[in-house]
């Protein structure tokens, strides 16, 4: 990978790629033109994506408050971690704020999609408006949500003493915090994933559903055994997606609880955030936010080791 | 006769499942309206007993919301133009034109799709303080207009357009950049289309860069407007609901306007470009 000839003259050196080679002095002339149509983006993209991400690297392994001169401290950053506890109970918080609110979001978003799929007449209205809680702005609606979670007499509260239930103080409940997050993160964005599975369902041969009445399958099984492997793509897909997605969660954990009751729902998001920006340790952010990368690409191996069994792909 | 029933039964479930769905949204726009009374008792009412829509020049004397709102306009449609353009350009490099380092340049590129903008935030930062660019325009767009994810699809949606067409015309005279323009780019516009409207609406949403580069009303977008709105007033809901529901209409609007493509965006990644 880190092996670069960065030679831009397009001498004979370079091997010829797999298409027949064009005569010499048309190729370089390609070459040349190829570079004039890449330049405003690679430009853009060293200085502005690429080079921040190396650099990254580097700020981790400093001791840097932005307004003194920065000194090398190795690896300490990452060292810090091990007994800071307040990064132990982001990651405990992210990964219980994902492990509910991805399976969650797919369940909401693949029941709709079946229920859309039934053949129900004007499918695009219901289709957007369903669609319409991903198109909010995240801070707006995060306000909604303070004033539908009031305690007692909150709209939330409100419909849940009509079942004779006492609601809890929600965003200011140290055990109850979370779960409201969770509600209006799965409420923002199950129409992504409905959306992706009402595709797929609408693209699976009613051949094969035919067939399977031919033989007097059951719903159940015809679901089973027709509906989930065919869109098991599709699910794998918006899993994860939604698994990285939900690694970032900040915009509503920062509007609806400032991270409270006390760290409850401070994500390693919303960590790097308060690190970086509030405490001004730009070295111990970066090294979080290299930590929350290296779980992002650990946990995504996994889902695809894990896809091999499980998904099936027709070609 | 049974399956009448159960059709009814699954249309009531879509009009009760859309309408659960669209009670937060309609409660923004319900509370807006309230006077200042009914919206901060410490009972909230759910009908405004009367209504209010005096609340919306209100909201504006309290903050410049047309400022933030119109702040937005600028850094999504500046990240989205840059974005979209020069995308274009690489991606039709990358998926046409030989040059030495075309694969390894690429893969450059593909390496940095997955790595969370949490990373490079904080250099971002760093690079844009040193350059003195905190609380401008270029410091605001630049570090955002230039990720690999646009330059990734185009590309794969201009290896799917047939070289015949763009042979046609370069047997006709045409150059590079004839072809291009002429017959590449009007046969991309809707993925071309797809990516600016998700940049779009991703940015118009973004909080954390704004959050740390714009500190003055010079470049305060509405989500942070809305962040510093609720910081200085509390919750005066009627208020806050209305900012809220200002920020809001545009870009519900804009989703009504452009969701042929909104849709298709999300439908081509789900499904693998199908």
């Known amino acids: ?315 | 006769m049974t399956t009448e029933i159960r059709q009814k039964l699954v249309v009531f479930t879509c009009f009760l499942v859309t309408a659960i769905t669209l009670v937060p949204v309609v409660m923004m726009v319900l509370v807006a309206f309230q006077s200042d009374g009914e919206s901060m008792a410490a009972k909230p009412s759910f009908w405004p007993s009367s209504w209010h829509p005096e609340n919306l020049t209100r909201a504006f004397d309290l903050v410049p919301l047309g400022k933030y709102l119109l702040n937005t306009i600028y850094f999504a449609a500046g990240t989205t133009l840059l974005e979209t353009v020069t995308a274009a350009l690489a991606a039709y490099a990358f998926a046409r034109l030989n040059f030495p380092g075309r694969s390894w340049l690429f893969g450059i590129y593909l390496a940095t799709l997955m790595i969370p903008s949490q990373v490079t935030l904080i250099p971002q930062f760093v690079l844009v303080a040193k350059l003195h660019g905190i609380d401008t325009w270029p410091g605001m767009i630049l570090p955002h207009a230039f990720t690999a994810i646009g330059v990734f699809l185009l590309r794969q949606f201009f290896l799917g357009i047939p070289r015949d067409y763009e042979e046609a015309a370069r047997l006709d005279g045409a150059n590079r950049w004839q072809a291009f323009i002429r017959v590449i780019v009007p046969l991309a516009v809707p993925a071309i289309a797809t990516l600016a409207v998700f940049k779009f609406i991703g940015q118009w949403n973004n909080l954390l860069w704004p959050l740390v580069i714009s500190n003055s009303d010079a470049t305060r977008t509405a989500s942070v407007g809305l962040q510093v709105f609720q910081d200085t007033n509390g919750t005066q809901w009627n208020l806050l609901l209305m900012a809220a529901t200002v920020t809001t209409v545009p870009l519900i609007v804009l989703f009504f306007l452009t969701q042929r493509w909104f849709i298709r965006g999300i439908t081509m990644s789900g499904l693998g470009g199908r």
């Open chain 1, 1 to 315: 990978m880190a092996i670069s000839t960065a030679d831009t003259a397009p001498v004979t050196t370079a091997p010829a790629p797999a298409t027949q080679a064009p005569p010499p002095r048309w190729r370089s002339r390609e070459a040349l033109t190829a570079w004039l149509f890449i330049l405003p983006s690679l430009i853009g993209f060293l200085i502005f994506t690429a080079g921040p991400v190396v650099a990254a690297g580097v700020i981790s392994l400093l001791n840097w408050n932005l307004f003194s001169a920065p000194t090398w401290a190795g690896l300490h950053n990452f060292a810090r971690l091990g007994p800071d506890p307040t990064f132990w109970s982001a990651l405990g918080s992210t990964a219980y704020f994902t492990l509910v609110s991805v399976p969650l979001t797919i369940l909401v978003s693949l029941l709709l999609a079946l229920l859309l799929n039934q053949g129900v007449k004007r499918i695009a209205v219901f289709r957007s408006l369903l669609l319409l809680p991903y198109a909010t702005i995240t801070v707006a609606v995060a306000f909604v949500w303070i004033w539908l979670y009031i305690p007692h007499d909150g709209l939330v509260n409100a419909v849940l003493g009509w079942f004779g239930i006492n609601g809890p103080a929600w965003l200011i409940s140290d055990n109850w915090a979370m779960p409201a997050l969770i509600l209006m993160s799965v409420w923002k964005s199950f129409g992504f994933g409905m959306v992706v599975f009402l595709a797929g369902l609408q693209a699976i041969p009613q051949q094969l559903y035919e067939a399977g009445r031919v033989d007097g399958t059951s719903p159940w099984n015809s679901f089973r055994h027709i509906t989930l492997p065919m869109l098991s793509p599709a699910l794998f897909f918006v899993i994860v997606t939604s698994v990285i997605g939900s690694f970032q969660v900040f915009d509503q954990a920062l509007i609806m609880t400032n991270g409270g009751p006390g760290t409850r729902t401070t994500t390693l998001v919303m960590y790097i955030y308060r690190t970086g920006f509030e405490n001004y340790d730009q070295g111990y952010a970066a090294a979080q936010s290299l930590v929350l990368f290296a779980f992002i690409v650990l946990i995504t191996a996994g889902q695809f080791l894990f896809q091999r069994r499980l998904v099936h792909y027709d070609n």
